[in-house]
């Protein structure tokens, strides 16, 4: 089966998710940090209203790259991880891959220096490795049920409340 990846930069990697779980990309937005959270999660951003949590992936996936300062490059691909909404911050998008399944090498092919539970596996892109993202791995069952207790309450986040009057 085809499958068309969105593929973007983070900490000098390739990376790739479905594009069927992007909800929308966009410009960076301001994001507001959340006491108590996640070790990788921002904070959050308001997105049409939606308060959304931003994901460090860099932290979440364990890279040990540098991430890139933000330019016009930078982006936030909001995705839908089938039971919740998050979103990322990504150093720059690359391309729009479309990927048979057959062209994918399991992630013990390549020295891959991210989690390896977060992988599906490989492709080869101009020389260069692109890993693909599972992203029903990218947050555990645990991390998940945390969110009704950090993240929404009946639908609205219990810290975003005044995030469209704060400051810039």
């Keep these: 089966m085809i499958e068309e990846w969105v593929v973007f930069e983070l900490g000098g990697a390739l990376l790739g998710v479905?594009?069927?779980?992007?909800?929308?990309?966009?410009e960076p937005?301001?994001?507001?940090?959340?006491?108590?959270?996640l070790s990788f999660?921002?904070?959050?951003?308001?997105?049409?209203?939606?308060m959304v949590p931003v994901i460090d992936l860099s932290k979440r996936l364990g890279l040990s790259l540098p991430r890139a300062k933000r330019t016009r490059e930078t982006r936030i691909i909001v995705l839908d991880l089938d039971d919740m909404t998050v979103s990322v911050v990504?150093?720059?998008?690359?391309?729009?891959?479309?990927?048979?399944?057959a062209e994918i090498e399991s992630p013990s092919?390549?020295?891959?220096?991210?989690?390896?539970?977060?992988?599906?596996?490989?492709?080869?892109?101009?020389?260069?490795?692109v890993v693909l993202l599972d992203l029903s791995s990218v947050l555990t069952r645990e991390e998940r049920a945390l969110r009704e207790h950090t993240y929404w309450s009946q639908g609205q986040s219990h810290w975003g409340a005044g995030l469209a009057s704060a400051p810039e």
Excluded: M, W, Y
């Excluded at 479905?18 to 966009?26: D, M």
């Excluded at 990504?90 to 399944?101: G, M």
């Design 18 to 26: 479905p594009i069927s779980n992007v909800t929308s990309i966009s």
């Design 109 to 129: 092919s390549f020295a891959i220096p991210i989690d390896s539970a977060c992988v599906l596996g490989t492709v080869r892109v101009r020389e260069r490795s």
């Design 41 to 50: 999660v921002e904070g959050v951003t308001d997105l049409h209203g939606l």
């Design 90 to 101: 990504v150093d720059a998008l690359s391309q729009v891959l479309r990927i048979d399944d």
């Design 29 to 37: 937005k301001k994001i507001v940090a959340v006491p108590r959270s």
